[in-house]
């Protein structure tokens, strides 16, 4: 949060000083664009000279400076969801307020309130469902509790992958649980572009770590040898009071900006025929634009784009020729067929030749994932990006779009490919994602970062880990180093949830099976006399290792009661709630959409 109010200091206090010395300048004019009823300024609303390709976006502010080429020009503003607006006759010098109206389309829905991500204390979670219709059902009943396919399929084929929930596990027969971590936090801005729109979101596209992890922490920061620190806290579970909630988190070193090493970055862009709707290639050039606004003299960017064919449109230039870069992705129009295994090549080739060893070397891609021609079938795409990551580059993945969005795909690039995914569905949501939280989407501080826990069978009956299910690992993939993990980057957070039953509590969770004729499980003395309910081992590895560290965290339940828990806990229990109720899980237990809400207040 403090990183993204300097950010946005810092970028209104250059528009203002910008816009006090140009306004003498000739052929120069510049205004604010607002939302005609709240007066807010809209961010990333396209202003173009007509006629032209001549045009720029607005900033944080809402503002912008355009030179324009004839002295009496006409503007076309547009942003998507309200009504374009013309301006005509701008002089230079001219300073111009445009107040946009709410499309006739976007009308049909009233949109209840705006958000913006605040501090952990005194968040809500009726806060975090961002620009609800109020045409959707309240808050307590968003959507129905069962899926029965009665939501209208209409023209959408949008893919998920199936998810297979987690189950409980006794610990006498399975103690160990091993995983991935995963920063990735699609799923929650992709569900809120769902409820937004008054539909239920497909059970498949909740992923509750991705939800809960959406969401920054007030954990401390690492002041030790290690590049994140590991916070721990147990209390009582909401949704289930005899069970018992283990709270893991990581908290990831924030790298200043000046000190992050220069970045190699190639963005790759889909310009097919499928991404020429506003909510994609448009929305994507504005996002686009946000990140160019991060980049310094030192760091590189090259633009390869692919439809049909695949093809460099921007050769590697540097951040501090931010207009060139701009007009490059400016200039970008959709059509044709997609070629993604083309682009996605060509990609890596170009970030491989301008490799900077010992700095930040990362593709970009941005697409709604529909990729139909050369290699384009999950394996295909799996193996292509699994031999490109052993050059030493990472891979973020950026969907956008509805109707045709391919979730399950850009999933696994990023998964195999040392990667992260974020789901795009408004110009706020690429705010977030590559201005406040620049740092952490491009720059990895840990890779490889995988988590074991170890239970106590003197303590722990059973377990189940929240979330996570693509990222499960085998017991023995926690010391292999040639297994791939999660990355964790500069600033980020992670965050995973157990809920455990403790020892004398029964549960319909647990099934009994037959005693074994030919070995017994035996629990130590150390077990029997130690207050710890689990120990948690952690690997990870240098963004340029190949061998892990290994770190070793026991944890003792202290007796907390939810009421005295950490806001940490208290929120992101809540938020864990709110998925189960989502996805309509078996094991939801007593949750409801009011206790989610309460929990989090």
Excluded at 121 to 129: K, L, P, T, V
Excluded at 371 to 398: H, K, P, Y
């Amino acid at each position: 949060m403090k990183q993204f109010l300097f950010l946005f200091s810092f970028a209104a206090l250059l528009a203002v000083t910008q816009s006090s010395f140009t306004t003498s300048e000739p052929y120069i004019i510049s205004g604010i664009v607002v939302d005609a009823d709240s007066q807010e300024p809209l961010i990333g609303a396209n202003v173009v000279e007509k006629g032209t390709q001549n045009g720029t976006v607005t900033d944080f502010d809402g503002k912008f400076k355009l030179q324009i080429q004839q002295k009496n020009a006409a503007l076309e503003i547009s942003y998507t969801g309200y009504q374009s607006e013309t301006i005509k006759k701008v002089s230079a010098g001219d300073d111009i307020r445009v107040e946009m109206k709410v499309s006739d389309a976007a009308l049909e829905e009233v949109v209840v309130i705006g958000y913006e991500k605040k501090a952990i204390r005194g968040r809500r979670i009726s806060e975090a469902m961002k620009e609800m219709p109020a045409s959707a059902p309240a808050m307590y009943g968003i959507v129905p509790q069962t899926y029965s396919g009665d939501v209208q399929e209409n023209w959408n084929t949008e893919d998920y992958s199936v998810i297979t929930e987690n189950r409980f596990y006794e610990v006498t027969k399975e103690p160990l649980s091993t995983f991935s971590i995963d920063v990735d936090a699609a799923s929650y801005s992709n569900m809120r572009r769902f409820l937004k729109n008054g539909q239920a979101p497909p059970k498949d596209a909740i992923r509750i770590e991705e939800m809960v992890n959406y969401f920054n922490y007030e954990y401390p920061e690492p002041d030790g040898e290690h590049p994140f620190e590991v916070i721990t806290e147990i209390s009582d579970c909401p949704w289930q009071p005899e069970h018992r909630l283990v709270h893991i988190g990581l908290q990831g070193k924030h790298i200043p900006m000046d000190e992050l090493p220069a970045s190699n970055l190639v963005f790759l862009i889909d310009v097919s025929g499928s991404m020429s709707s506003d909510n994609k290639l448009p929305l994507l050039q504005s996002s686009f634009k946000l990140l160019t606004d991060q980049l310094r003299e030192q760091d590189k960017v090259a633009i390869v784009v692919y439809a049909g064919a695949a093809g460099l449109v921007l050769e590697p230039t540097s951040g501090g020729n931010k207009q060139k870069i701009k007009d490059a992705i400016g200039k970008l129009q959709a059509g044709g067929s997609t070629a993604g295994g083309a682009g996605i090549q060509l990609a890596y080739k170009v970030a491989r030749e301008n490799f900077v060893k010992g700095g930040n070397n990362r593709v970009i891609l941005a697409t709604d994932g529909d990729f139909n021609i050369g290699a384009s079938s999950d394996a295909e795409m799996v193996r292509l990006i699994e031999q490109e990551r052993e050059s030493g580059v990472f891979l973020t993945v950026l969907g956008f779009g509805m109707g045709n969005y391919k979730d399950n795909k850009m999933q696994q690039l990023a998964n195999k490919g040392n990667g992260n995914h974020a789901y795009i569905d408004d110009i706020s949501e690429a705010k977030k994602v590559l201005v406040s939280e620049f740092g952490g989407t491009v720059f990895t501080i840990a890779k490889d970062v995988k988590l074991q826990i170890e239970f106590n069978p003197t303590k722990v009956k059973g377990y189940r880990l929240i979330g996570y299910e693509n990222r499960m690992l085998n017991n023995e993939d926690f010391r292999d180093d040639k297994k791939d993990a999660g990355e964790l980057g500069s600033g980020h957070t992670v965050t995973a949830l157990y809920e455990i039953i403790p020892v004398g509590v029964e549960s319909p969770h647990l099934a009994s099976v037959d005693d074994l004729k030919y070995q017994e499980s035996k629990v130590t003395k150390d077990a029997a006399k130690s207050k710890e309910l689990c120990t948690i081992k952690l690997r990870y590895k240098q963004p340029d290792g190949d061998t892990s560290q290994l770190i070793e965290h026991p944890l003792l339940d202290k007796g907390t009661e939810l009421d005295k828990s950490s806001d940490n806990f208290r929120w992101a229990a809540a938020v864990a709630e709110f998925g189960l109720l989502l996805r309509d899980s078996e094991f939801k237990g007593n949750a409801t959409y009011t206790h989610a809400v309460k929990l989090a207040r």
